[in-house]
C-alpha cells in the first residue's frame, strides 16, 4: 500500500504525488480511493480506487536516482524495436507505454528517432501514431528524470548527452 505524500509514476500522466488516500462516494458508491495530484505545471487530480488492481497496478514506485544513472549508462546498448507492420508496432509501442517498463521507453525513443532521421534522408516523415508513441515515451521519461534529478524538463537531453559524453571518456 501506497503512502500519503509518496511520489509515484501513474499510467501514462506521469510523476503524481499521492496527496491523500480518503473514503469518496461516486455513482452512489463509497470506497477509499488514493488521490493523486500530477507534479507538472499542468496540475491535475485522479482519483484511483485503493481495491481496484486494475488502476493500482497503474501505479508504479520512482526510480532512485542511481537506477536512472544506470539507465542512462544502458541507453547506448539498447537493442531497437522497429516493427514493420504498422497495427503490430503500434499494439508492442502501447503495450510498453501503459506498462511503463524504462527499458522499453528507451527503446521506443531510440528506435523512433533512428528511424524519423532515416525517413528525412528520404524526404519523409515518421507516422503521425509513430510521433505520439515518441512524445508519449519522452513525457513520461522526462518528467521522471527531471523530478528525481531535480532539473528541467527540458534539461533533460542535454543532461542524458552530457552523461553519456562522461561515460565514453571513461
Not at 505545471?41 to 526510480?63: A, H
Amino acid at each position: 500500500m501506497y503512502k500519503v505524500d509518496e511520489i509515484i509514476l501513474y499510467d501514462t500522466e506521469g510523476v503524481c504525488k499521492i496527496s491523500e488516500i480518503t473514503e469518496k462516494t461516486f455513482g452512489g458508491k463509497k470506497q477509499k480511493y488514493y488521490i493523486l495530484s500530477t507534479v507538472s505545471k499542468n496540475s491535475m487530480t485522479i482519483y484511483v480506487p485503493v481495491d481496484n488492481e486494475k488502476q493500482t497496478s497503474k501505479m508504479r514506485k520512482i526510480l532512485s536516482s542511481d537506477e536512472i544513472y544506470k539507465l542512462i549508462r544502458n541507453m547506448p546498448n539498447e537493442d531497437l524495436i522497429w516493427i514493420e507492420n504498422d497495427g503490430e508496432r503500434k499494439e508492442k509501442y502501447k503495450q510498453i507505454i501503459q506498462s511503463g517498463d524504462r527499458r522499453g521507453l528507451i527503446k521506443i525513443i531510440r528506435t523512433l528517432h533512428f528511424q524519423k532521421e532515416q525517413l528525412t534522408k528520404q524526404g519523409k516523415k515518421l507516422h503521425m501514431s509513430d510521433e505520439q508513441f515518441m512524445k508519449s515515451a519522452q513525457k513520461i521519461l522526462h518528467e521522471e528524470f527531471s523530478h528525481v534529478l531535480k532539473i528541467e524538463p527540458n534539461q533533460v537531453i542535454p543532461f542524458i548527452v552530457n552523461e553519456l559524453k562522461i561515460e565514453h571518456a571513461n
